[in-house]
């Protein structure tokens, strides 16, 4: 287990510096080493740490140990072949984690991204249709069975496309200097966790490492099926170019546009996952 | 229930009122115990405000009345998201949502701002509202099913809740905590005193996790 929560957290930290790398190259920059992210850890882990004296200091430092403790139950969830209910809790979960950093530092620009984590909860929805999606074509969501329906009746993102998109766009709601990264735009200098900083921030970076990993693995998992280690760090890669493209091409949309597009895409998911639960 | 979630881990039934933990259960209660913890250990943030159109800021103090009133509500409000998380009957399910409707309100409503009043008021009457669907739904549960165990209705030896149950159910849990009325309680969490104020939104999150599986389920 501790070697498989290593290569996540290391690969993870490694997507996330191709992700600053891609699109910076997309917009004709040069753009941070790969291993920036991991190098971040590392500078972190080490420099002057304290707890502000306006935070609440219990929460300030209890929702660090809580952002890596329930990204490293997902992964577990993901090896073990666990429910996606349980993933999709945890998901659901990150937002409080989210909230929490924001407030709990008594920082303005900090509380202003926990705000804005809260009323882009929409963004979660279409995690929730794509999971009743994928529970009505396989009657399951145990996600070793899951695999096993993709190995005897082909791959879910040809079977139902659009929960795969479904649950592409909510990866893409995660993403950093994505168009709906409103909780960490820059009016508000580093959103929710501005005041995180040394050892805080490195777990936070650990966290980021965590989730991007197990929501790349997760996709291909539940869409694509079980494939040799080297191919689906391979297709996690692909699927984060990609990501990249996207947030280098988009401008980040205001909270308000940002949530509505969320709610027009939740939208158009419940009445796909409408017409499924009918056809089946 | 297998499918969705794996296997019970433990029953402890009274007849129809029973309690269990599933995986997906345990882990929602164990995040509600974890956060409650941190309401009894934690002291209230103090909120940095700037003055407009100036440099000058100053910091927001929460008065020691104010802070044990939330903390108690905060307390009460994640025991009543523990009930709900282990609740293994539709009856106490709702019983506890309602509880951690009406404990929101009061975790925000010691908050002397004009603002932030205004919109626990709101928030209370949709929560109030929202208990009509919520009780209706547990309701029409037991009458079209005879039984209230939600163990039951998901081994098949009780026939399945109609759709419209589980639809006021969820109804009923939105009303109380979830979106679309959700974004009404940003106003909410402008309110200093961090530690309280996240126990509204996880236990709205907590509360909405739950009913997702006992609509899959039932």
């Not at chain 1, 191709?18 to 850890?41: D, F, S, T, Y």
């Not at chain 1, 990150?94 to 407030?103: A, M, N």
């Not at chain 1, 009746?153 to 950093?176: E, F, H, Q, R, T």
């Not at chain 2, 882990?27 to 956060?35: G, I, K, V, Y």
């Amino acid at each position: 287990m501790l070697a498989e929560l290593l290569l996540a957290v290391v690969y993870g930290l490694l997507l996330l510096g191709i992700h600053r790398k891609v699109i910076a190259r997309i917009q004709k920059r040069p753009g941070p080493p790969i291993w920036q992210e991991v190098l971040h850890i590392l500078k972190f882990s080490f420099k002057t740490t304290w707890v502000p004296a306006t935070a609440s200091g219990v929460l300030f430092v209890g929702v660090v140990i809580i952002a890596i403790a329930i990204w490293t139950a997902a992964l577990l969830v993901v090896i073990a072949g666990g429910s996606l209910m349980i993933l999709f809790g945890i998901y659901m979960l990150h937002k409080i984690v989210e909230h929490g950093f924001g407030l709990s530092s008594g920082s303005p620009y900090g509380k202003f991204g926990g705000v804005r984590s809260v009323i882009s909860a929409a963004s979660e929805i279409p995690l929730f249709v794509s999971v009743s999606v994928i529970a009505l074509f396989t009657g399951t969501l145990m996600i070793d069975e899951i695999v096993a329906f993709e190995g005897a009746n082909g791959p879910l993102l040809l079977l139902a496309p659009p929960a795969a998109i479904a649950m592409y766009l909510v990866i893409l709601s995660k993403m950093p200097f994505g168009p709906f990264s409103i909780v960490e735009s820059k009016e508000l200098v580093s959103g929710y966790k501005t005041e995180h900083f040394g050892i805080w921030r490195a777990g936070l970076e650990v966290c980021n490492g965590l989730k991007t990993f197990v929501l790349l693995n997760a996709f291909v998992l539940v869409f694509i099926g079980a494939l040799p280690l080297w191919l689906l760090l391979l297709l996690m890669l692909a699927i984060l170019v990609s990501l990249s493209f996207v947030c280098a091409l988009t401008p980040m949309l205001s909270p308000f546009d940002s949530v509505t597009v969320q709610m027009i895409i939740t939208g158009l998911m419940l009445v796909y996952a409408i017409v499924v639960w009918v056809m089946i | 229930m297998i499918e969705l979630e794996g296997a019970p881990l433990f029953t402890l039934e009274f007849g129809d009122i029973l309690v269990y933990f599933t995986p997906y259960t345990a882990s929602l209660f164990l995040l509600a115990l974890l956060f409650t913890a941190i309401v009894v250990l934690s002291r209230p943030e103090r909120q940095v405000e700037i003055l407009f159109g100036t440099d000058a800021c100053y910091a927001k103090d929460t008065s020691i009345e104010e802070l044990r009133f939330r903390r108690f509500m905060s307390i009460a409000c994640g025991l009543a998201t523990m009930g709900a998380m282990v609740s293994g009957d539709v009856f106490d399910y709702t019983l506890f949502t309602a509880l951690v409707g009406v404990t929101n309100v009061g975790i925000v409503a010691a908050v002397k701002s004009r603002h932030v009043q205004n919109a626990a008021f709101q928030y209370g009457i949709v929560a109030l509202a929202g208990t009509l669907p919520l009780f209706g739904g547990a309701a029409i549960v037991v009458a079209s099913t005879g039984t209230l165990s939600i163990l039951r209705l998901a081994g098949g030896t009780a026939p399945g809740a109609p759709l419209l149950a589980k639809a006021l159910l969820t109804l009923g849990v939105m009303g109380e905590g979830m979106a679309p009325f959700y974004a009404a309680k940003a106003e909410m969490f402008r309110a200093p005193g961090a530690p309280y104020v996240i126990m509204c939104s996880l236990s709205s999150l907590l509360i909405f996790l739950r009913v997702i599986e006992v609509v899959l389920v039932i």
